[in-house]
């Protein structure tokens, strides 16, 4: 014997269950009598014809379909344990006897002055880090890459330089090798020390400015493009 569990509040349908003999009736009738879970019924619901954010709902005597958006929470309505819902629009209800009631939602925490601060400085970072993986500097009527993969490469370059080396091939971003002694390399190592200190210094004037915000509009006003 199978039996389908529903909740005793919603009546929304749980699960199904084996059912257990009960010895002693069993013994005492001659024929199989089963122990009834509460809130239970043998009539069986139809699990696969439902959509989504319909549920089943056993009502008077047979299982009927509502649509609904359960959250799973449970809120107290005039003293009644009930299950919370939410629609498709955000709007909350609570499922009392009577119906639904629309439970107005709490106003969002409005954020401090420092987590505006705090959230700010992370786009700046953001902004920064873009910056950077796109920093170029001219040299010779050409443009080279001034990110941190072209410093790591001028640094093992300037590290052979000093070992006597003095020729050095390096490419721009026009696709185009020069060949640079070590007066241009330097020049060159120069120009891209330059273009990162310039690159550090408006991100600090920009995060020194967040910081001494007074308000929200200061902070809005901060636009580092």
């Given at each position: 014997?199978?039996y389908y569990l529903y909740d005793e509040k919603t009546k929304?349908?749980?699960?199904?269950?084996?059912?257990?003999?009960?010895?002693?009736?069993?013994?005492?009738?001659?024929?199989?009598?089963?122990?009834?879970?509460?809130?239970?019924?043998?009539?069986?619901?139809?699990?696969?014809?439902?959509?989504?954010?319909?549920?089943?709902?056993?009502?008077?005597?047979?299982?009927?379909?509502?649509?609904?958006?359960?959250?799973?929470?449970?809120?107290?309505?005039?003293?009644?344990?009930?299950?919370?819902?939410?629609?498709?629009?955000?709007?909350?209800?609570?499922?009392?006897?009577?119906?639904?009631k629309i439970v107005e939602k709490p106003a969002p925490k409005?954020?401090?002055?420092?987590?505006?601060?705090?959230?700010?400085?992370?786009?700046?970072?953001?902004?920064?880090?873009?910056?950077?993986?796109?920093?170029?500097?001219?040299?010779?009527?050409?443009?080279?890459?001034?990110?941190?993969?072209?410093?790591?490469?001028?640094?093992?370059?300037?590290?052979?330089?000093?070992?006597?080396?003095?020729?050095?091939?390096?490419?721009?971003?026009?696709?185009?090798?020069?060949?640079?002694?070590?007066?241009?390399?330097?020049?060159?190592?120069?120009?891209?020390?330059?273009?990162?200190?310039?690159?550090?210094?408006?991100?600090?004037?920009?995060?020194?400015?967040?910081?001494?915000?007074?308000?929200?509009e200061e902070i809005d006003e901060i636009k580092w493009e």
């Amino acid at each position: 014997m199978k039996y389908y569990l529903y909740d005793e509040k919603t009546k929304q349908f749980i699960k199904e269950q084996e059912g257990y003999l009960d010895p002693l009736e069993t013994k005492a009738q001659g024929k199989n009598v089963y122990i009834v879970p509460p809130f239970s019924t043998t009539e069986k619901p139809n699990l696969t014809s439902l959509k989504d954010n319909e549920i089943l709902v056993f009502k008077g005597d047979k299982w009927t379909v509502e649509q609904e958006f359960y959250v799973g929470k449970i809120v107290d309505c005039q003293g009644e344990r009930v299950s919370k819902y939410v629609t498709d629009n955000d709007l909350t209800f609570e499922k009392c006897d009577e119906g639904f009631k629309i439970v107005e939602k709490p106003a969002p925490k409005e954020k401090t002055l420092e987590e505006l601060k705090e959230e700010k400085h992370s786009q700046l970072k953001t902004i920064m880090q873009a910056k950077r993986n796109a920093l170029t500097c001219k040299y010779n009527n050409d443009v080279f890459d001034c990110n941190e993969q072209a410093q790591n490469n001028m640094t093992s370059l300037m590290g052979f330089a000093n070992l006597g080396m003095t020729e050095f091939s390096i490419r721009s971003t026009t696709e185009i090798t020069h060949t640079l002694n070590n007066i241009q390399l330097i020049e060159l190592a120069t120009l891209m020390s330059k273009a990162i200190n310039d690159l550090y210094s408006e991100y600090w004037q920009y995060k020194n400015a967040l910081y001494e915000c007074k308000s929200k509009e200061e902070i809005d006003e901060i636009k580092w493009e």
